[in-house]
Nanobody
Framework: QVQLVESGGGLVQAGGSLRLSCVAS????????MGWYRQAPGKERELVAT???????NYADSVKGRFTISRDNAKNTLYLQMNSLKSEDTAVYYC????????????????WGQGTLVTVSS
């Protein structure tokens, strides 16, 4: 099983920056496709950004040019650098992992972190 622990959330003013971190532990061979999702009040959880094990990234249109997703495979850590933050970015941000195809040791297909709250004030 993979465990994901997010950190780095907090209160920032609009235009400011934050960097979120997600440390993965446990069965690290089960770490593959990772991403950040967020859930704002009254909204469904939505994709923010994803990164494959090979480093290919994808971003929601709402964060393109402002957020950068990256991973340090040696540290089993996922990052989300958030710049030019807007009040609309206020949400609980969740780290996500999906197991590799064919990884028989990985019983759980996907894992979610506990979430970290980002609040952007105007």
């Amino acid at each position: 099983q993979v465990q994901l622990v997010e950190s780095g959330g907090g209160l920032v003013q609009a235009g400011g920056s934050l960097r979120l971190s997600c440390v993965a532990s446990g069965d690290t061979v089960c770490i593959s496709y990772m991403g950040w999702y967020r859930q704002a009040p009254g909204k469904e959880r939505e994709l923010v950004a994803t990164v494959t094990s090979g480093g290919r990234t994808n971003y929601a249109d709402s964060v393109k040019g402002r957020f950068t997703i990256s991973r340090d495979n040696a540290k089993n850590t996922l990052y989300l650098q958030m710049n030019s933050l807007k009040s609309e970015d206020t949400a609980v941000y969740y780290c996500y992992n999906k197991r590799p195809i064919g990884a028989l040791i990985c019983r759980t297909s996907e894992t979610w972190g506990q979430g970290t709250l980002v609040t952007v004030s105007s």
